[in-house]
């Protein structure tokens, strides 16, 4: 049986989500806090959809598992 699932590569997830939602704080500091929040959490959650996906047939299947998903940084 073929594996449905997508491949996402979390480095690359969290750099195009990184740049597709830049910070819009007016400090450096801010920005810079903002951005590694969002790199994170976007990896986190990347890295997540890969454990699910890999032990499921479904994109849909490994999406529902991490929808609920609390990510702690």
Do not use: C, G, V
């Not at 990184?18 to 976007?42: F, G, R, T, V, W």
């Not at 997540?48 to 499921?56: C, I, L």
Request: cysteine-free.
């Amino acid at each position: 049986m073929n594996n449905l699932t997508l491949s996402i590569d979390p480095r690359e997830f969290a750099k195009l989500t990184l740049m597709a939602n830049p910070s819009e704080s007016e400090s450096i500091e801010d920005k810079a806090k903002d951005s590694l929040e969002l790199y994170l959490s976007a990896y986190k959650l990347a890295e997540k959809y890969e454990r699910f996906s890999n032990n499921t047939q479904e994109t849909s299947e490994a999406f529902k598992n991490i929808r609920d998903i609390e990510i702690h940084i």
